[in-house]
């Protein structure tokens, strides 16, 4: 088999009832707290991916990524400490996932769900090379592990109820981390978020970066959800 033919080709549609269902099955995820603490730490990996891949677009040199049990994370890259470059580095955080999500809803609704798993599995390996700590690498792995043991071991209707579920879960749990960092700074906390950083480099207010992030993320949500559905 010729896995760049099998890769740019498209699959069958997922049925309705799929999509739907997958959908549920990531609200229900993304939406009670227990659950979400577990599952977040999915998003944390969009979301440090989403500045170590803006870095090295925008020339900064990316040394580290770590990723925590707390589900928080740190990107550490050099270069200048003013300008574009770590201003767009700190701004790709919150809407990686999102991003990423709308994506992947842009590939499934053209119909290319291998596509998808495979430039999944790719980035993720890409982002292991840069993870610097135990519980980082295993988190990576074992994601990593899950999409390619999807792509090589199941058919069809499997990969495409995995790729409907991981970017429902992006889109909707995308949208989550941007209103509870607004929670936190309401009450006194998260003095150096990406959001307050920005603002100490722009002089734009840290309220205006947040309503970019929720406006991303909203959007993504919708134009995602529209390529999902067909509509």
């Given at each position: 088999?010729?896995?760049s033919?099998?890769?740019l080709s498209?699959?069958a549609a997922p049925?309705e009832?799929?999509?739907i269902?997958?959908?549920?099955?990531?609200?229900?995820?993304t939406v009670p707290?227990r659950?979400?603490?577990?599952?977040?730490?999915?998003i944390t990996?969009?979301?440090?991916?989403?500045?170590?891949l803006?870095?090295l677009g925008?020339?900064r040199r990316?040394e580290?990524?770590r990723?925590h049990?707390d589900t928080?994370?740190?990107?550490?890259?050099?270069?200048?400490?003013?300008?574009?470059g770590?201003v767009?580095?700190?701004?790709?955080g919150?809407?990686?996932?999102?991003?990423?999500?709308?994506?992947g809803a842009?590939?499934?609704?053209?119909?290319r769900?291998?596509?998808?798993l495979?430039i999944?599995?790719a980035?993720?390996l890409?982002?292991?090379?840069?993870?610097?700590?135990?519980?980082g690498?295993l988190?990576?792995?074992?994601t990593g592990?899950a999409?390619?043991l999807?792509?090589?071991?199941?058919?069809?209707e499997?990969?495409s109820?995995?790729?409907?579920a991981?970017?429902w879960f992006?889109?909707?749990?995308?949208?989550?981390p941007?209103f509870?960092?607004?929670v936190?700074?309401?009450?006194?906390g998260?003095?150096?978020?990406d959001?307050d950083?920005?603002a100490r480099?722009?002089?734009v207010p840290a309220?205006v970066?947040?309503f970019?992030?929720?406006?991303?993320?909203?959007?993504?949500?919708?134009g995602?959800?529209?390529?999902?559905?067909g509509i």
């Amino acid at each position: 088999m010729d896995l760049s033919i099998d890769l740019l080709s498209p699959q069958a549609a997922p049925a309705e009832w799929l999509v739907i269902a997958t959908g549920v099955a990531a609200l229900a995820v993304t939406v009670p707290r227990r659950l979400w603490l577990l599952a977040r730490n999915a998003i944390t990996i969009a979301h440090e991916g989403g500045h170590g891949l803006v870095a090295l677009g925008t020339g900064r040199r990316l040394e580290a990524i770590r990723l925590h049990s707390d589900t928080s994370g740190l990107t550490v890259s050099r270069g200048r400490p003013t300008g574009l470059g770590v201003v767009l580095t700190l701004a790709a955080g919150y809407p990686a996932a999102p991003l990423l999500g709308l994506g992947g809803a842009a590939l499934i609704g053209t119909h290319r769900v291998t596509l998808l798993l495979w430039i999944a599995t790719a980035l993720l390996l890409a982002m292991l090379v840069m993870v610097r700590n135990a519980y980082g690498i295993l988190t990576v792995l074992l994601t990593g592990a899950a999409f390619l043991l999807v792509s090589w071991l199941t058919g069809p209707e499997v990969q495409s109820a995995f790729a409907c579920a991981v970017v429902w879960f992006l889109l909707l749990g995308g949208v989550r981390p941007a209103f509870e960092l607004q929670v936190k700074r309401r009450h006194g906390g998260a003095p150096d978020s990406d959001a307050d950083q920005l603002a100490r480099l722009t002089h734009v207010p840290a309220g205006v970066w947040l309503f970019f992030f929720h406006a991303v993320a909203i959007s993504a949500l919708i134009g995602g959800g529209r390529w999902l559905l067909g509509i």
